[in-house]
């Protein structure tokens, strides 16, 4: 994902920042922090962790070689002090959208769009999740409450 965003957000802005920077901050992340961190459940939280270590470089111009910790990848560079401020700047606005970043990746996209099933079998069954616990305020709680618990435990089974 980081090497997905580098590519289409952050290479038309400079082409300083390349997959190679990308790949040394991913091993600083996996080398810095334990295995029994990183599941898929985690994956937005290392994500921001890794925009969060490329900002920090960034603005900082220093990123050590994850082979050579005496070497600057970010030094090497040359980031002149407004290429700096427009990454950083998207840097943090790519932090705040969260998990909605994956919007600005093409691929990521496509997918959605040639396959929006899931995602529309997930939005129909929220709203009805959340028209049954606004309804719940009626004297009808018993079958609405069942009919949660049956929306909850189909999603939790598609979802497996």
């Not at 952050?10 to 920042?17: D, M, T, Y």
């Not at 050579?68 to 090497?76: C, D, F, G, M």
Request: charged letters at 25%; proline letters at 5%; glycine letters at 2%.
């Amino acid at each position: 994902m980081l090497k997905m965003i580098g590519k289409e957000v952050l290479k038309p802005q400079s082409k300083e920042i390349t997959s190679y920077v990308l790949k040394n901050i991913v091993l600083w992340l996996a080398d810095n922090n334990p295995r029994t961190l990183f599941h898929s459940g985690s994956l937005f939280h290392w994500l921001r962790k890794g925009l969060d270590m490329l900002r920090t470089a960034i603005s900082l111009n220093q990123i050590p070689y994850y082979m050579i910790p005496e070497r600057n990848l970010i030094a090497e560079r040359r980031l002149d002090v407004e290429q700096q401020r427009v990454l950083v700047s998207i840097l943090t606005d790519m932090m705040q959208e969260g998990p909605m970043v994956l919007r600005r990746l093409s691929k990521i996209r496509t997918a959605i769009i040639c396959h929006p099933e899931p995602l529309l079998w997930y939005r129909k069954r929220r709203n009805e999740l959340e028209v049954l616990l606004l309804d719940q305020k009626d004297n009808i709680l018993q079958p609405l409450n069942n009919r949660v618990i049956e929306i909850l435990v189909e999603i939790i089974v598609r979802m497996f």
